[in-house]
């Protein structure tokens, strides 16, 4: 993936999860790799499950139903690895 489109993704993520604290009223949290999306960001099982429909919608990638398991990712970073890798495959390119 392009540094270009691996920049976009991260954008897009970044903006769905901003837009989430915003709608569910939590205190703004500067993004980083190592931050744990439930514990961190404050987010609910619920806030996650929206977020995965989002980012289907945004993306147009589900690496979830591809065999990634949504248990093996907990953090901002995790999530731009299993998005990035996913639209790579999707683009035909070596993750």
């Known amino acids: 993936m392009s ?3 691996a ?5 897009r993520i970044d903006s769905v999860l901003q837009s989430i604290q915003q709608q569910r009223g939590l205190p ?3 993004l980083e790799e ?14 996650v499950a929206q977020l995965i429909a989002l980012l289907e919608i945004e993306l147009g ?3 979830f139903a591809a065999g990634v398991s ?4 907990h953090t901002v970073g995790e999530l731009y690895r299993v ?3 996913a639209c790579n495959k999707a683009a035909g390119q070596a993750p």
Request: no cysteine; charged share 25%.
């Open 83 to 85: 998005y990035q890798d």
């Open 28 to 30: 703004p949290v500067p």
């Open 3 to 5: 540094l270009s489109v």
């Open 34 to 47: 190592g931050h744990q999306v439930m514990a961190d960001l404050g987010f609910a099982s619920l806030d």
């Open 7 to 11: 920049s976009k993704t991260r954008e």
């Open 70 to 73: 949504l248990q093996e990712v």
């Open 61 to 63: 990638v589900d690496p």
